[in-house]
Structure formats: structure tokens, C-alpha cells
């Protein structure tokens, strides 16, 4: 899991670079209330079922993952309940949305997101600080998920202070692993040939899903 995370977040910092613009989310409902979400947990499975964009798909600098997916909490679980692309009809020269769920998942109304364990990163409040990249803004809250294929398994509340504290941390526990070496190494050397601030930035900024985790 961590591999294919980290190839396709690689693949998107490599094609946009810091230059990218700040990206439109996918959306969480908790408790009958809609929030942001900064996470992308169906990324995974799209890798491994190796979905296509269609040919007619409408993407923009805005959301270059060609989708956008909507998840709920409920009884301690996580469940995704639709996703949808836009699609450009040249002929007719307009766009349409349209759910691509069933395609996905045909007979559900909504899954049990199984494959995704990870943190779930959910901004709330007023922005504070807008950053033209990715989900690089800052608000006034956040909470943070742990999900173990599915299932909730912790649940925690932050202002902006303490979840730059809490993100530091984790960090910092992700520094220490052989895993976080092995992939400075790879950044900085062969085929990316990365500065030691260029990858250091990457890893903190485009890994945060897994290392949130730890």
C-alpha cells in the first residue's frame, strides 16, 4: 500500500510541481454535516482496479485526479457513496456531470471503504491562509481520522496550532523509519536527482496521508 501511495502522489508532484493550483476536494459527511476533505482514499483502489479517464473527460489545473468522491462516517465505519467526473461533449460544446459509481461498483448504493487505511485529514472553520497548491491552505480546525480498512479507530480534534503541532510529530516519527530514508534516498539521487529541501518538502507535504498514520 505504501508503494502505490507514494508512486502516485510522486507522479503528481513530478507532473505540477509546487507551481500547482489548489486542488477542489472530495467531500465527508459526519454526523448529518458536510465537511472538506484533504485526503483522497479512493486513490488506492482506482490504482488497482486500473481505472482509465475517459477519453470525452473534462479535468481542469483544479483537480487533476479527473474526480471528485463523496464519503460518509456512519456507525464507526467509512463508506464511499458516489463519485463523479465532468464530461465535455465537443459537439454539442457543454459539460455534464455525471456518477460513476455503479461503473465502479455495480449494484451498491454505497461500500464499506475496505481498502483504505490511512488518516482522514478534514478542515473546518475559515480559511486562514490561502495557498495556490494542492491542499496546501490553511483553516482555523481540523480533524484527523485513523481508518484501518474501513473501520474508524481513532478520532481526534485540533486547532491549526495544535495540528501543526501534531503533524510535526508525526513527521518527525516518519524521519526515524528506514522507510522515510529509503525514499529521501531515492528522491535525492538517480532519476529525480532532488535537492535535500526539494524532497524533504515533498515528503512532508505530498506523504502526509501515510506518516499521519504512524
Not at 508512486?7 to 507551481?19: G, P
Not at 483537480?63 to 458516489?82: E, H, P, Q
Not at 496550532?161 to 535525492?188: N, P
Request: charged letters at 25%; one cysteine or more; proline letters at 2%.
Amino acid at each position: 500500500m505504501k508503494a502505490i501511495i507514494f508512486v502516485f502522489l510522486l507522479t503528481l508532484f513530478t507532473s505540477f510541481n509546487c507551481s500547482s493550483t489548489a486542488q477542489i476536494p472530495d467531500y465527508i459527511t459526519i454526523d448529518d454535516k458536510e465537511y472538506r476533505l484533504h485526503t483522497n482514499p479512493l486513490d488506492k483502489h482506482l490504482i488497482t482496479i486500473k481505472w482509465e479517464m475517459p477519453e470525452n473527460l473534462s479535468t481542469s489545473s483544479a483537480n487533476w485526479r479527473g474526480y471528485v468522491a463523496s464519503w460518509k462516517i456512519d456507525a464507526g465505519l467509512m463508506f464511499l457513496t458516489d463519485v463523479t467526473i465532468s464530461i465535455y461533449h465537443k459537439d454539442e460544446k457543454r459539460r455534464e456531470s455525471k456518477s460513476i459509481f455503479h461503473e465502479i461498483f455495480p449494484g451498491r448504493d454505497s461500500i464499506n471503504a475496505v481498502w483504505y487505511s490511512g488518516s482522514l485529514v478534514i478542515p473546518h472553520g475559515e480559511m486562514t491562509n490561502y495557498v495556490h497548491m494542492g491542499y496546501g491552505s490553511s483553516y482555523e480546525y481540523y480533524i484527523v481520522i485513523r481508518i484501518s480498512e474501513g473501520v474508524v479507530t481513532d478520532y481526534q480534534d485540533f486547532t491549526a496550532a495544535e495540528f501543526d503541532k501534531y503533524k510535526e510529530a508525526k513527521f518527525q516519527t516518519f524521519k526515524e523509519t528506514q522507510d522515510f530514508r529509503k525514499q529521501l534516498e531515492e528522491l535525492t539521487s538517480g532519476e529525480y536527482n532532488w535537492s535535500e529541501e526539494d524532497a524533504l518538502f515533498f515528503l512532508q507535504n505530498f506523504h502526509a496521508e501515510y506518516y499521519l498514520s504512524l
